[in-house]
């Protein structure tokens, strides 16, 4: 099946700090989507982006598809960003909606 | 907007009861639905899917006779840990497309957190 791989795997900034997160996918995709977990483990999306770029107040996030990464741009970080960032593709082979979960980056944001 | 329930968001069970876990679209029909583990500090991994009358397809290495799924109707799916142990504590979590795909929208639930003691 589809591997995803996301970089760094943890990461602690300052608050105020930018960073970009990574997403290297292995195969050809119909959707991909960024998601934040909150420390109770629930999933926020935060942006469908098979292609192309979006932004959302601090937030953006960019797809190259043809060469099978995204990014997700945080600005201006603060607390309330911590937690954990999955990229979830659905592959266009492999059979239906089968949503697959990057391994995640770990965001610590201090004060 | 789409709402994809959860219900419960936490429970707690002795080892060797079965628990019933809910899962339900709340303003659109999903003849599919899918079903994720997560282990602490992990990934999210698709275990199964969860098929409108019909049964559910299990993802390789999943047992499907101790977590019975069963979609009976458009707007629900239950996961039913069968004969829970300690190493069934994870934190599962569901999600429903809406719309056509491969166009459509995908919405997660709350998650729920399993602990069997």
């Known amino acids: 099946g589809i591997q995803v791989e996301q970089s760094p795997p943890d990461l602690i900034l300052q608050e105020g700090a930018n960073s970009t997160l990574r997403c290297n996918f292995s195969?050809?995709?119909?959707?991909l989507q960024w998601f934040h977990q909150n420390p109770w483990g629930q999933l926020i999306n935060l942006f469908y982006?098979?292609?192309g770029t979006k932004q959302n107040g601090r937030l953006s996030a960019t797809t190259v598809a043809t060469e099978r990464y995204s990014l997700l741009y945080i600005s201006s970080s603060q607390t309330t960003d911590s937690g954990v960032y999955f990229c979830?593709?659905?592959?266009?082979?492999?059979?239906?909606?089968?949503?697959?979960f990057g391994t995640g980056t770990k965001l610590q944001v201090i004060p | 907007g789409a709402v994809v329930s959860q219900h419960p968001s936490r429970v707690i069970c002795k080892s060797g009861t079965s628990v019933k876990i809910e899962c339900r679209s709340l303003?659109?029909?999903?003849?599919?639905m899918f079903w994720y583990r997560q282990f602490p500090k992990q990934s999210l991994m698709l275990m199964a899917t969860?098929?409108?009358?019909?049964?559910?397809?299990?993802e390789q290495g999943v047992e499907k006779d101790k977590f019975l799924i069963n979609h009976a109707s458009l707007t629900l799916s239950t996961l039913t840990v069968t004969s829970a142990h300690p190493e069934d504590s994870s934190f599962y979590i569901c999600?429903?497309?809406?719309?056509?795909?491969?166009?459509?929208?995908?919405?997660f639930g709350e998650g729920s957190w399993l602990t069997v003691v």
């Open positions: 999600s429903a497309p809406q719309g056509s795909w491969p166009g459509n929208t995908i919405y």
């Open positions: 195969d050809s995709v119909n959707n």
């Open positions: 982006i098979p292609s």
């Open positions: 979830a593709v659905d592959p266009r082979s492999g059979g239906y909606q089968k949503v697959t």
């Open positions: 303003d659109f029909q999903a003849t599919t």
């Open positions: 969860s098929n409108e009358g019909s049964k559910a397809t299990y």
